[in-house]
């Protein structure tokens, strides 16, 4: 393997790939990053695998001798990454398990392994193929992801559950405490694909997967549909050059519909950022004690107060006008980390509208306008 | 006491205060701030303090009644942080132990303790006093703090060694293994004593301290003169509205000048950034050894390489021309960290002179031009 690239092509698809090295390793070899160098399409292909989450990235180089090679991710970023601007030629001298790198400031040699002993990265050759508008995507991951497990024993719910159906595709994840929803807008058709018929599935993705997806999209210049192949056991998710492939998860996910009311007898409306904001503040204090926050309805001067009260430490109290149809009940109590993390997930709009039935039941919150978006909380029981 | 401020005034004084508040107090009290409004000037100031360090600031306010109290920093700062832009009005309700923060948004209550239990900051009223310009200070500062002990055992090398001479300032640090030395312009004349004579002294004054006047410094956008008073055990700087208190360390200061080797057979004049990109470079690989650089010197081709090689990881090799007047040795080895932080540390200058005599006797690094900083370090002795 010989192949000169540039620094800067080298160094942003390395540090990308380097993302799915494991940092404890099972087998040695899993600790390098995968070097392709393909001579007849003149690229390079760098692959990181943790044997769960995969990344995969191509671009272009002059390959004079092609072949494959590994070399240790850390090592070899962090000298990439210091490398001046500039060519830098890379070559296995064939057989020795040494690579030579040589750049216009000077020459290294990295010890590493053969190509062959690294794994081959999942295919799904016979599975389904999907094509999704990274906006969706985006809006989907930014709405659900905060609300995943981060508990690896929790299963399905490490994960986000993604329903795509004719209308549209929907993101769903709860970690058991609060449910976030989000539902985007139609499936993108592959362009080849155009009146074919949208087959429904449904599928749990690993929220780690979906993080880098996210923050791929989020580097990614393009508008370009994103392929989602899946088969029984793995999906890939294909951006331009860049692949990542990343297990299912296994097993039932909950009838999260199910936890939706039908109907509420009380509806709030409040400004989002002003309820953010107070809600931070009174977080300073229900950290000090039990984190709950309470909030009274006051729905004959229109107007909302959250408390709280940290015996010892100190109480506070603030106030905001809120457009409120309610009888029952005046008074709710919430954990504020999950209010929180719901009210900054919701996206652009100034408004929500916080729907409700006793102080006991399910909560919605929901933007008024912008993405479509559902956060159920349940409310904390207060003991008198 | 009770007073109303404006909110970005009392966050931006309080974040100063609180970086003098301990994280563990010895005495509940030093978990707190002081506050005390002082109706005749209109204005609130703020103490924080650990007994060693005490950082001191004063603000307009317009204040109804004068009086003092403390509020538990971390709490009051995390509340005062988010509230909105504009007003906040506090009052410690006379003699119960607390005090209420009305803004526009609500209103909180926040146990504290009588400003009486709070130490009296150290004053120095008969001591020396020296006024300094804050950009020789700066780079003073930045020349020499990184090369103090982080090892609190060591006293005196856990500061920086400040000289106030005739013809200026000289300011030095060492850990034992290498030594930084800053030479800035001469001392700046108070308005009142242009004519006096400057007195000679010797402080050492501990990092922490210093550190925060770098910041303190920083963030202050006028360029009058910084007062330093101090006396048996005390340093005060005052720099406008705001003050810090340190306790100096005891103790004699290593005669380092002593260390300075009078003349040298070796020059090496390079490139400051190129040799200190090739040093980085070289660190990665060396970082997985023993942090040993070896740098050959070829006065014949005028060029100088920086070469590793950590076994069974990989070798590399950086070279780059340089003006060089050498006879011997033709190779030193360096710790690269000590190199390193050198580097960065010597500024603005674009060149810098390398001077040696032996490859095992000390080496000194200056910038050529820019900042008097010069920079010694002991080369590592190689076993063959």
Redesign the interface.
């Known amino acids: 393997m010989k192949l000169t690239c540039t620094q800067s092509d080298l160094n942003s698809n390395l540090s990308l790939v380097s993302r799915a090295v494991p940092s404890r390793p099972t087998h040695p070899v899993l600790a390098n990053v995968l070097l392709i160098a393909d001579a007849e399409n003149q690229c390079l292909e760098l692959t990181g695998f943790d044997l769960s989450l995969g990344i995969r990235s191509n671009f272009p180089a002059v390959v004079e001798t092609g072949g494959s090679f590994t070399l ?1 991710a850390k ?1 070899f970023n ?2 990439v990454s ?3 601007d500039g060519n830098i030629t890379i070559d296995d001298d064939e057989g020795e398990a ?1 690579a030579t790198l040589t750049s216009t ?7 590493g392994m053969g190509g062959e002993e690294y794994p081959e990265l999942p295919k799904v050759e016979e599975g389904e193929v999907i094509y999704l508008p990274p906006e969706a995507l985006i809006n989907g991951l930014k709405g659900t992801l905060f609300a995943t497990s981060p508990d690896e024993t929790k299963q399905v719910l490490t994960g986000v559950h993604l329903k795509v159906q004719k209308d549209g595709l929907e993101f769903a994840a709860t970690d058991g405490h609060r449910l976030a929803i989000v539902k985007t807008e139609s499936v993108a058709p592959d362009g080849e694909s155009e009146v074919e018929e949208i087959e429904e599935f449904e599928v749990t993705i690993p929220a780690k997967a979906l993080r880098e997806i996210e923050r791929m999209i989020g580097m990614d210049q393009s508008s370009e549909a994103v392929a989602l192949r899946f088969d029984e056991g793995q999906v890939i998710f294909e951006l331009g050059e860049q692949c990542l492939t990343s297990r299912k998860l296994d097993g039932q996910y909950p009838a999260y519909g199910q936890l939706l009311p039908d109907k509420f007898t009380n509806q709030i409306n409040v400004d989002r950022k ?1 309820f953010l ?2 809600v ?2 009174i977080a ?2 229900a950290d ?1 004690k039990n984190n709950i926050l309470k909030c009274s309805i006051d729905s004959v001067n229109q107007e909302i107060s ?1 408390s709280v009260d940290a015996q ?9 006008a809120a457009q409120i149809s309610s009888d029952e009940p005046e008074e709710i109590a919430f954990n504020v980390k999950y209010l929180i993390e719901g009210l900054k997930a919701i996206p652009s709009a100034s408004e929500i509208s916080i729907q409700l039935n006793t102080a006991t039941s399910p909560v919605v919150l929901n933007p008024l306008g912008g993405v479509k978006m559902t956060y159920l909380i349940m409310p904390v029981q207060l003991r008198n």
Chains 1, 2 share one sequence.
């Open positions: 240790p090592l962090d000298i210091r490398l001046p040494i400031s000077g020459r290294y040699e990295v010890r002003q904001g107070a931070e503040r300073v204090l000090q959250l010892d430490v100190g109480s506070g109290r603030e106030s905001m």
